[in-house]
């Protein structure tokens, strides 16, 4: 054997204990969330199939299982959570902004009831009826639509894509929700 055998296992990169302990308990938190997660999900379609409406009422879905680049850091999500109770105590419409609408439904607002998420990604289905499964390219249409055109006193949109094409389907949604004299608060990335 010669010493450049004993070499290469030096070249290995190691974690320092503290950091393998650190990183243990990440995977350790992040496997607790998806199996909270899936047990939603289960609780969901279980009632689902029974007939009953699918609720998630006291449970909020952390966004740590989301890894999109669409997510709002905590300091925005909770100052668009703020404008909303600041601005209304009715009918909230989150269009393409979940990590508003879980924030917001995370500060147990005295409309809760009256929170509702539009959004395309169906894992959050998990929010039962308060839950719109929502393409941008159909604007108009969606379940519901007849309950809930004209109803929202306040709503939250981040079109998903910054395109002229995609900012006008999605305002259309906001005009046919919007009540009179809805407020509406539009973010944009970029």
């Not at 699918?54 to 680049?69: N, P, R, T, W």
Request: charged share 35%.
């Amino acid at each position: 054997m010669s010493t450049l055998d004993d070499d290469d296992d030096d070249d290995i990169p190691q974690l320092s204990t503290h950091a393998l302990a650190a990183l243990q308990q990440f995977m350790s938190e992040q496997q607790e969330q998806e199996e909270r997660f899936e047990r939603l999900k289960q609780k969901a379609e279980d009632r689902f199939e029974e007939g009953e409406k699918a609720e998630v009422e006291e449970e909020i879905v952390s966004m740590d299982l989301f890894k999109e680049d669409w997510q709002y850091d905590d300091d925005t999500s909770l100052k668009l959570a703020q404008e909303v109770m600041n601005n209304t105590r009715g009918r909230v419409a989150c269009i393409s902004a979940p990590t508003a609408f879980v924030k917001l439904k995370s500060l147990k607002p005295p409309n809760a009831r009256e929170l509702f998420l539009f959004e395309y990604d169906a894992r959050f289905d998990v929010y039962g009826d308060r839950f719109v499964r929502y393409d941008f390219n159909h604007p108009l249409d969606f379940a519901r639509a007849t309950e809930l055109a004209a109803s929202m006193d306040f709503v939250v949109v981040d079109p998903p894509f910054l395109s002229e094409e995609c900012a006008t389907k999605t305002l259309s949604t906001v005009r046919f929700l919007a009540k009179e004299g809805c407020k509406v608060l539009m973010c944009t990335g970029g």
